[in-house]
């Protein structure tokens, strides 16, 4: 199945750096979600975005939806350990399935 | 608000036996997903239903896959004749029913290990 371009891959970082991940399609999309998966659980949701151009923060979160509409980043500020885990974009279209993106695995060093 | 449910959360089952899998909603929310996740993936849609409608299959969805929601409340993923491929977690979503924000709330997962 289709999943959307996610880098980087991987992340090692020591608690206090900030964070930055992006998220590409070949598609334009309505919405970008970003989620956070904890081994063995399902994701939960970050943030959602609507419009193209569109910066949203939630807590030491913030996302952007790309103005072209495919592409979308994730900045994570003063990282905490508890931040580990994997973090998926996802790309709708309308109101219709997700699209996700292939993750990024974070892990942050005290 | 209670989150989405899915039970069980674990199954081990051997090849060509039968497994279903369940998936409670948030309440009032009208549009359930099913989503499959391989290790090392990101999740990939299934199916979806809008109250007890199915709505959308995905190809992944194979013959030996069917879901239900027959009520429009909870719903159920059967896979018959299991296979060693069908081995991932199953996840479910819902989605509210009112306004325009789209966002898709996830269960824990049901993770099938098939031996």
């Known amino acids: 199945g289709q999943q959307l371009n996610q880098s980087p891959q991987s992340m090692f970082i020591q608690e206090g750096e900030d964070v930055s991940m992006n998220c590409t399609s070949s598609?334009?999309?309505?919405?970008w979600l970003w989620y956070k998966q904890d081994p063995g659980e399902g994701p939960v949701l970050l943030i959602a975005?609507?419009?193209?151009?569109e910066l949203t923060s939630n807590g030491r979160l913030t996302a952007q939806f790309g103005i072209t509409r495919k592409d979308s980043f994730l900045n994570i500020s003063a990282s905490i350990p508890s931040d580990v885990g994997i973090y998926f974009c996802?790309?709708?279209?309308?109101?219709?399935?997700?699209?996700f993106g292939t993750g990024t695995r974070l892990q942050v060093f005290p | 608000d209670t989150g989405v449910s899915q039970n069980p959360r674990h199954k081990i089952t051997k090849r060509g036996q039968n497994v279903t899998f369940r998936c409670d909603p948030i309440?009032?929310?009208?549009?359930l997903y099913w989503y499959r996740q391989t290790l090392g993936q990101g999740p990939e849609f299934l199916t979806y239903?809008?109250?007890?409608?199915?709505?959308?299959k995905s190809r992944l969805l194979s013959d030996r896959f069917s879901a239900e929601r027959p009520k429009g409340s909870f719903s159920t993923l059967e896979i018959q004749r299991t296979e060693q491929g069908d081995s991932a977690m199953y996840l479910c979503?819902?989605?509210?029913?009112?306004?325009?924000?789209?966002?898709?709330?996830f269960g824990p997962g049901t993770r099938l290990t098939v031996t």
């Open positions: 979503a819902s989605r509210p029913r009112q306004g325009k924000r789209y966002e898709q709330y």
């Open positions: 598609s334009i999309f309505n919405t």
């Open positions: 975005l609507y419009k193209a151009g």
């Open positions: 996802a790309g709708q279209l309308w109101d219709d399935k997700l699209i």
């Open positions: 309440s009032e929310h009208n549009r």
């Open positions: 239903f809008q109250n007890e409608a199915q709505l959308e």
